[in-house]
């Protein structure tokens, strides 16, 4: 474990450069952090380092904890990550964890975590990380002991995979297998039946009023019981919304209004993102969804294709939507679907001229801004961190991935399960992932033009008006390693969403494996990692301690693997702050690759 300062291309500084092609960033102290692996002297040159403090081989102690921390070394020759992509049998009945170390007493609910937990069907593979079928985890921490459960969703996609012995429903990477007691001519007329979407929610869980859904990214989405782990429920969003499907990530007001994103056909059958509101639980107890709501349409740059959505941003008054240059070939999806039988990957391109645009709408009025026209340089992005308002400006922080190749063409399960050498190869042509922070002025007047509108004074981040209304947006980068990224974010979400903050935690992926858990201070690039060896960590989540004022007085839950231990899987409590350990709970079994979750007191 360590601390370190990390950060972006220094103001000013030209694209191809000396120094950047050297690969030196800017740090947290005003120095240099190498993007490669250089020698201690060249650090210390580019750190313009003057401590008498020699490190071993020559290297100062403070630019060394700097640099040494802010990237992963650890290498996986033994190819132990591959056992979080395995299939594993749901439990019967809850497993009791052996507790080492001392769990805070008032840690007293459940982690509810969702992954793909069965990797073939019928002796034939599912190809992608998302293909794989739905599987909830629950430790369950009450009175000073720790239990592990894990129960299989019962959605359409597993109860018929399993009932035929096959894949039935299409899957993200995975084509439907086709009924073998059906002869060419009938198979043939059930393509034309119409697409059959998914409801295999792998990817989040989280309440909507007193009630809790297991969700993926279509239309449908399930109410699950958190306690038993009993699937309850589909609910189909169509029938309530104007969406095609919506995010596994919404945003919620403290009352439990829940805000999502999804496309949808607007003007002239030409495609376009509507936000939609859930209203918190009713008096009545009627069902909230039932009166959902379209709150504002924002429009799509591209009038059949619109872009891939994942996440989105909210501050105390406005939606923050990126609109990346990935994108969904609606005419591709309806057609090569129907005839052939193709997956929703198949359905995906990258548009490598029109950058990645960022669309502004208000809150509480809910109109899109459309005389704000925001527009920079392409990339990927998934995972929104925070966004918050401040002097005129709406800051943006994001987890992304440089250029306009799909991220997700690099995560099929054969590349992730091949060996530690080539899945670095892999990952040296993938996207290279970045955390960086964009600032959108508020306030534009017309003869600002070539200026940069930004003048908040703790950012280097720039807004350039041109000729064409259009406004130039150039991040800060928060966080850069090669081929390391900081995904997964979480923040202290109940005290700072929406609003200015200092911490951030996330999965640390070491060419695409999860090796490490990250915190980074977004206002010092000062980073914290815990790591242990052979050890395959899952999203951090935050939880606050009760009535704490501090943004970091909390723990982190972590579910762990660690293949080849005695008791390979455990939970990880983290105190927040400093990433100690303050306990883990290990259990006598294996867990797959979890994505995301949530903690329910």
């Given amino acids: 474990m360590g601390k370190g300062g990390i ?25 240099r952090v190498p993007s490669f692996h250089p020698s201690p002297q060249e650090i210390c040159v580019q750190f313009k380092c003057k401590s008498e403090s020699l490190y071993a081989g020559g290297l100062c102690v403070s630019v060394w904890k700097a640099y040494s921390s802010m990237v992963s070394r650890v290498e996986h020759p033994a190819g132990g990550y591959r056992k979080i992509f395995e299939t594993v049998e749901e439990l019967d009945e809850p497993m009791p964890a052996s507790i080492t170390g001392v769990i805070p007493s008032w840690l007293g609910g459940s982690l509810l975590r969702m992954g793909p937990g069965l990797f073939e069907v019928g002796g034939e593979p599912l190809y992608h990380l998302f293909d794989g079928q739905a599987l909830m985890h629950k430790f369950d921490l009450k009175g000073g002991q720790v239990t592990y459960y894990r129960k299989f969703i019962r959605t359409d996609a597993y109860v018929r995979a ?9 899957e993200f990477g995975t084509a439907a297998y086709p009924d073998p007691c059906k002869n060419i001519f009938s198979r043939f007329f059930t393509y034309f039946r119409g697409i059959e979407v998914t409801d295999n929610c792998l990817v989040n869980i989280y309440p909507i009023g007193e009630d809790f859904y297991a969700v993926t990214e279509t239309n449908y989405i399930t109410k699950v019981d958190p306690d038993s782990l009993e699937t309850l429920k589909k609910v189909d969003l169509c029938k309530y919304l104007s969406v095609n499907g919506v995010t596994a990530h919404p945003h919620t007001d403290a009352d439990g209004t829940v805000y999502n994103i999804g496309n949808c056909f607007g003007k002239n059958m030409s495609l376009a993102y509507n936000i939609v509101k859930i209203p918190p639980a009713q008096r009545d107890k009627s069902d909230p969804i039932e009166k959902s709501q379209v709150v504002v349409q924002l429009p799509s740059s591209e009038r059949l294709k619109p872009s891939y959505v994942h996440s989105f941003g909210m501050t105390d008054n406005y939606f923050v939507f990126v609109e990346q240059p990935v994108k969904i070939n609606l005419l591709k999806f309806l057609s090569a679907w129907s005839v052939r039988g193709a997956t929703y990957m198949d359905c995906f391109e990258s548009n490598d001229s029109m950058g990645t645009l960022f669309h502004l709408a208000s809150k509480d009025s809910a109109g899109y801004l459309s005389s704000h026209k925001f527009r920079t340089s392409a990339f990927n992005i998934f995972h929104h961190i925070n966004a918050y308002e401040e002097q005129g400006f709406i800051v943006v922080d994001l987890c992304t991935w440089k250029g306009h190749d799909f991220v997700y ?8 399960k091949e060996e530690w050498e080539e899945v670095k190869k892999a990952a040296m042509r993938a996207p290279q992932p970045e955390v960086r922070r964009y600032v959108l002025p508020l306030d534009i007047h017309r003869e600002e033009q070539g200026k940069n509108l930004v003048s908040l004074p703790y950012t280097t981040a720039t807004a350039v008006l041109h000729s064409d209304g259009t406004i130039w947006l150039e991040p800060e980068v928060l966080f850069s390693g090669p081929r390391q990224a900081f995904e997964f974010p979480q923040i202290n979400y109940p005290l700072c969403s929406g609003k200015k903050y200092s911490f951030t935690y996330g999965l640390g992926l070491n060419h695409f494996i999860p090796d490490r858990i990250v915190k980074l201070n977004v206002q010092t690039k000062e980073t914290w990692v815990w790591q242990e060896e052979e050890s395959y960590p899952s999203e951090p989540l935050f939880v606050p301690t009760p009535g704490a004022t501090e943004e970091d007085d909390g723990v982190l839950l972590s579910i762990v693997v660690k293949p080849g231990a005695e008791r390979p899987g455990f939970l990880l409590v983290l105190d927040a702050r400093k990433l100690t350990e303050l306990a883990r709970a290990e259990v006598d079994t294996v867990i797959p690759v979890t994505l995301h979750g949530m903690y329910k007191p």
């Fill in 7 to 31: 950060g972006g291309r220094k103001a000013g500084w030209k694209r191809g450069g000396e120094n950047e092609r050297k690969g030196w960033m800017r740090g947290a102290e005003g120095g």
């Fill in 162 to 170: 399993m009932t035929e012995n096959r894949v039935v429903i299409t």
């Fill in 409 to 416: 063409n690099y995560l099929y399960l054969a590349n992730l």
